[in-house]
């Protein structure tokens, strides 16, 4: 896909017609591919599922750029009933939660409190919280607040996308820390002064990322749907004898489902990023660009009677 037309894609994410057409109708045009239903109990059927077929679970109820307390607050409130219900169904699950949405567009304050609660629900039910990174002007922060709640309790990691320039500085002071860290190409629209506008350059970007983590003993997410960089991934823990429960790969729910089932067959630990919730279509959207297959497959959708 062009530049040109991503930029298009992801512009929108935040038009308020589509929003509203999206979200009265897109579900059934296409969306329940990659979003697993609107309420947590459709999130819960949807895990159980993914475990029974050997694969593990990150679930994520959508949500991002909250601007009130109030609002960060519900959010939060969400997040808990998943971690609840993770334990009460003993699912092989865990949370990912993105700052944005419990919080730090208000501030860091208002984010770390709802975390921190989030935080010791995770420690009693013996669970581990995946703190998402969203655009490149929220990631000082977004690492601020990390490196806060991981000095409280280790049962937090965070991502790091390999498409900004400055991305393996900050896994460097992540892997001192031991922190367990999600590597991702990045889905996003950056600019060129602060991220790699190429495809080829982000790639060779991701598998220098993921030879650096691997590297310092630290546990690896490798989430990608490349192959190519699967290959490497597997290659590379081959020749250093890195064990198999240093890292994992992660994949988007509703995206190379067979590649999935292949590599957990393979005995590789694989895990399924879940989202559901009302505040679905930003992250639609996302997944709309990065791959041409996906626009045909909802316009498919319109088409049918």
């Known amino acids: 896909m062009s530049t040109l037309a991503r930029k298009a894609i992801l512009s929108m994410a935040g038009n308020r017609l589509m929003t509203g057409l999206m979200t009265r109708h897109g579900l059934k045009l296409g969306a329940s591919r990659f979003v697993a239903g609107v309420t947590l109990q459709d999130a819960v059927e949807t895990a159980r599922k993914l475990n029974e077929q050997g694969l593990a679970v990150t679930l994520d109820l959508l949500g991002e750029g909250v601007t009130t307390r109030e609002d960060a607050r519900t959010m939060a409130e969400g997040c808990a009933a998943i971690l609840e219900a993770i334990h009460r169904e003993r699912l092989d699950a865990n949370l990912s939660v993105k700052p944005t949405q419990l919080g730090l567009a208000i501030g860091a304050e208002a984010a ?84 790699y506008p190429k495809k080829a350059d982000t790639d060779e970007a991701f598998k220098r990322l993921i030879a650096q983590h691997l590297s310092a003993g630290c546990y690896t997410a490798v989430a990608t749907h490349d192959e190519a960089i699967i290959a490497f991934t597997k290659r590379f823990v081959e020749e250093h004898a890195i064990p198999r429960h240093q890292f994992e790969f992660q994949m988007l729910y509703g995206i190379r489902t067979e590649l999935q089932r292949q590599l957990a067959g393979e005995g590789y630990r694989t895990r399924v990023y879940v989202p559901f919730g009302t505040y679905w279509y930003p992250y639609f959207v996302r997944r709309l660009a990065e791959r041409p297959a996906n626009v045909w497959f909802v316009l498919a959708n319109l088409m049918k009677p």
């Open 112 to 195: 770390m409190e709802n975390l921190t609660q989030l935080q010791d629900i995770a420690k009693r039910t013996g669970n581990f919280i995946r703190i998402d990174m969203e655009a490149s002007d929220t990631v000082d922060a977004t690492l601020d607040v990390v490196k806060r709640l991981y000095a409280r309790e280790p049962n937090v990691g965070t991502v790091i996308q390999a498409y900004l320039y400055r991305s393996p500085k900050d896994l460097q002071e992540l892997a001192e820390l031991g922190m367990n860290v999600r590597l991702v190409k990045g889905a996003y629209l950056e600019p060129p002064s602060v991220a």
